[in-house]
């Protein structure tokens, strides 16, 4: 049966209809006990939800929905690494690359945390030899240049941690640093050739599954690269390539010597990954300690997510209200907005994470589904946001959910007047955090506002109207470090599991990025191909056609 046919469903849709329907959400947050109610804590993060539109007689709707759906079992299930990855028959035990050393994990007789654990040791034994200058490049100097080159999962999460962590690099003597570069159109990678150094440069191959396109391509540009400089081969690829994957084999095929080769496995989803070997950048950037502390943070969340009753259970909860955003209110975009730079590549992270895992419309039995599914997930830097599309959000005419995350605390007391001038920045983007998500759930007329009016005008100018009723989630950090960036992230990954349980769908596989990559296929050998092609339809053969002729090269746009 699908959910949408369950009692539970139905109850929520009763409810809607009676009790939700025409209320604004600002009129729910009038009530004094509004924040005590709908704000959870955990560790010192806290989550408030006062800003959704749910009562009481919501969340306990949602909570029965949860029940019906079995989420309890699921969760299980994920934890004890049963296989509920069905369509790639394998389990989804990102969870195990974050437990503690001392914990086993058993699964089909195997504890699955003896190889986490070894993978753990060979990534402290690269970080060491890198960090105290023994990995030389081919004509003998230290290494000072990391570049990953990988895409989707095998980048955004190393991205997302190095860059929001960068205060906490270590200050190596060698002055190690990091890089990426993901892109297949070569423009990130020429700008690595054009700017380090290859006698100390390594690059670190990372993809699960050794195929994809985008990295091998770069990778072959950055072998050429360092082939122009030293033509011996072996060298190169002892001294400049590190290999991640799960295929062995392919790491050896390409010339990644074994010493060189860390292990993934096919129970890690990529966009799941960052808490593996896949994360080597970031042990290298903040060093093994730190790198521990992402883990541990994460590992935090597991706990409280696999142990802690729904009712209290954060992720849980997030998901459900997303459920309810989507399905009941029908909201169909959430924004993500955190008010700290650092965290500027959190919305693309989410991006991937969310809308990869849940942008299906098939149950795990391949069922077509009849409600939505994942919203469309966009975001940027709050402050900067703030000056580009919530323009949209205050006064278009689409229905927006908003994250807002921020850090409680930022820059420590300083007697300079920098320091001061710093923590008034602080005060500041929080005011703007916290002022935006009430400005969006409140509405008003600016006109009213300016005369400081509480007298309500007949006939507001209406280009100066704010409709308001936009909703949101506050999540604040105590501050941002290894550990609570490792418990935000996995508190998202659990949201996304939460809302595939009630949507009965399989976040774990990815098959709607594959048409996509066989079409590129055939759409390259014909634009190889020199005659005219008219294999495809009439726009396509066009613009590969155009291509060949060479249209536009002696215009004025060109500079070739
Ligand atoms: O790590 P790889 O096997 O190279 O995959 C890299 C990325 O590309 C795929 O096409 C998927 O869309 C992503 O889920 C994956 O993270």
Redesign the pocket.
Known sequence: MKISESKEWKQLTSHLLEDIQGIKVGELNDLKSRFEDFSYEFDDLLIDFSKQKVTSKTRELLLSLAEAANLKSSIAALSEGKPINTTENRPALHTACRLPASVELVVDQIDINLAVQEEISKIDKMVEKLSNGHWRGYSGKPIRDIVNL???????GPLLVCEALDEFKVDYPNNIRVHFASTMDGSQISDIFNTLNPETTVFVL???????I??LSNAASAKAWLMSNCPNEALVDKQHFIGV?VSAEKMGEWGIHPDNQLRLWDWV???Y?LWSS?GLTIAIKLGMENFKLLLSGAHSIDKHFFETELSQNLPVLMGLIGVWNSNFLGVPAQAILPYDARLKYLPNYLM?LEM?SNGKSVTQGGESIDYDSCPVLWGEVGPNAQHAFYQMMHQGTRKVTSDFIAPIRRFSKEDSEHGKSLQEQHLLTLANCFAQSRALMTGGSLDELASNSSEKKQFPNPHKFYPGDQTSTTILIPELNPYTLGQLIALYEHKVFVMATIWGINPFD?WG??LG?IMANETLSELKNAASTEKFDNGTNTLINLVKEGIGKNGKGSNS
């Open positions: 990988g895409v989707g999962g095998s980048d955004l990372v993809s699960k599954s050794f195929s994809t985008d990295t994957s989803g990529g966009r990954s896949v991937q990869e990815q990025v594959e990559k």
